[in-house]
């Protein structure tokens, strides 16, 4: 570690109680999901993440949904455990006062603040005025497209094909998503982005800029997958098939109460306990003489998907959803109801002040909720806390006396 950055993390992990993270210093200027969330997992662990919002607040400040107060429950759940500075940077002025608070004071010898953004950036906050003026500033910058376009969860969702493999096979729609997952999967990949930079700082005394595409992280995850390369080498896509579990076997079954359950087998242990918990043994050995497979292989499966799932179907229908879970209570057997959140809430005690990740907290304009601590799980710091979100501005005073707010 370089004999600048070494002193400031040392002296400020001790003074945030040895959090993993204690020491790191972020400035945020960003709005929807990919920057808040990667900034907020950081601030979970101890890192101080100073946002950066215009006086009125910023793009995404009374996003839905809305607590009974009408604070956005969205922006709240996106910003907790972080500090909270009005700055308009649409002014000379304001971008100034916020370059020099990422740049710091150089004769103190502390690393600069990191500063993460989506949104543009003109000098002096540009990466190049940034690193200009503090060769070890780190800048992380996210943008929509690779080639420069616009582009958001729902759009990058649509292009990459995944929505072309979802949904029924009959009807050959694009599914959407419901919850932008690549917004999410995107904010993590910033997230290792960050503490790789950092840690080539600590090694080098070099800043950087770091600078990712929402495009590119869809395209690199289907092509991580195999996805990519199945549609190149077979020179097609592969199709949308309902719930089927591509390969394995896998689907949605439903019970005598109308109740959705999720079955999957993709292991020999999970199949052979399916069948012995469900009393299929006869069937799936008719289907095995009639294909002379054995259905202990996962690619056997999925090629007689249909018949085995006729089998689970029949099974399924006789019982009503307690007696599904009472079947596989105790087994091998992966599966899960389908539940809707508001299920989820009242059914599954994860979702409760049963799992320690949660606590029950109060935020600026919402009624104390459930508020999840970070979910990785550290030996050396169990009691990492759940931390509110601020009120808009709340900081500024503290973090820059004199800004207009």
């Known amino acids: 570690m370089s004999?600048?950055?070494?002193?400031s993390l040392a002296s400020a992990a001790v003074a945030a109680g040895g959090a993993p993270l204690a020491g790191l210093r972020i400035v945020e200027n960003a709005a929807f999901v990919a920057v808040p969330l990667a900034t907020m997992s950081?601030?979970?662990?101890?890192?101080?993440?100073?946002?950066?919002?215009?006086?009125?607040?910023?793009?995404?400040y009374r996003r839905w949904p809305l607590s009974a107060a009408g604070a956005s429950l969205y922006w709240t759940m996106l910003n907790r455990g972080k500090r909270s500075v009005t700055?308009?940077?649409?002014?000379?002025?304001?971008?100034?006062?916020?370059?020099?608070?990422?740049?710091?004071?150089?004769?103190?010898?502390?690393?600069?603040?990191?500063?993460?953004?989506?949104?543009?950036?003109?000098?002096?906050?540009?990466?190049?005025?940034?690193?200009?003026?503090r060769p070890d500033c780190i800048v992380v910058t996210l943008e929509g497209s690779s080639d420069g376009r616009s582009a958001i969860d729902y759009t990058?969702?649509?292009?990459?094909?995944?929505?072309?493999?979802?949904?029924?096979?009959?009807?050959?729609?694009?599914?959407?998503?419901a919850i932008p997952f690549w917004d999410v999967i995107c904010g993590h990949r910033l997230a290792s982005g960050i503490l790789a930079a950092v840690l080539d700082r600590a090694q080098t005394g070099r800043g950087q800029h770091v600078a990712l595409s929402f495009s590119d992280v869809a395209m690199e995850s289907l092509a991580n997958l195999g996805i990519l390369a199945e549609a190149e080498?077979?020179?097609?896509?592969?199709?949308?098939?309902?719930?089927?579990?591509?390969?394995?076997?896998?689907?949605?079954?439903?019970?005598?109460?109308?109740?959705?359950?999720?079955?999957?087998?993709?292991?020999?242990?999970?199949?052979?306990?399916?069948?012995?918990?469900?009393?299929?043994?006869?069937?799936?050995?008719?289907?095995?003489?009639?294909?002379?497979?054995s259905l202990d292989d996962e690619h056997a499966r999925y090629a007689a998907r249909h018949e085995i799932g006729a089998a689970i179907d029949d099974w399924a229908a006789e019982r009503d959803l307690a007696g599904v879970e009472a079947a596989f209570a105790g087994t091998?057997?992966?599966?899960?109801?389908?539940?809707?959140?508001?299920?989820?809430?009242?059914?599954?005690?994860?979702?409760?002040?049963?799992n320690p990740m949660f606590e029950r907290i109060p935020h600026p304009g919402v009624e104390p909720v459930l508020t999840p601590r970070t979910p990785l799980r550290f030996s050396a710091r169990p009691d990492l806390p759940?931390?509110?979100?601020?009120?808009?501005?709340?900081?500024?005073g503290d973090v820059l006396p004199g800004a207009e707010r």
């Open 233 to 293: 080498l077979r020179g097609h896509a592969r199709p949308p098939d309902g719930n089927w579990v591509y390969g394995s076997f896998g689907r949605d079954f439903r019970t005598r109460c109308e109740r959705y359950f999720m079955l999957v087998a993709v292991t020999v242990k999970q199949w052979r306990a399916l069948v012995e918990a469900t009393g299929i043994a006869s069937r799936i050995a008719e289907i095995e003489a009639a294909r002379n497979v």
């Open 332 to 354: 091998a057997v992966c599966w899960s109801p389908f539940r809707d959140t508001a299920e989820m809430l009242a059914e599954d005690p994860r979702a409760s002040l049963q």
């Open 156 to 177: 990058v969702h649509s292009a990459c094909g995944a929505a072309m493999m979802a949904g029924p096979a009959s009807t050959g729609a694009p599914v959407s998503n």
């Open 87 to 133: 700055l308009d940077l649409r002014t000379e002025t304001g971008r100034m006062m916020a370059a020099d608070l990422i740049c710091g004071d150089v004769e103190s010898r502390a690393a600069p603040a990191i500063f993460v953004t989506n949104l543009p950036a003109r000098a002096p906050l540009s990466p190049e005025a940034l690193l200009a003026r």
């Open 386 to 396: 759940s931390r509110p979100a601020p009120a808009l501005g709340a900081d500024t």
């Open 42 to 60: 950081l601030a979970q662990m101890g890192a101080e993440v100073i946002r950066l919002d215009p006086p009125e607040g910023g793009l995404d």
């Open 3 to 7: 004999e600048a950055l070494a002193p």
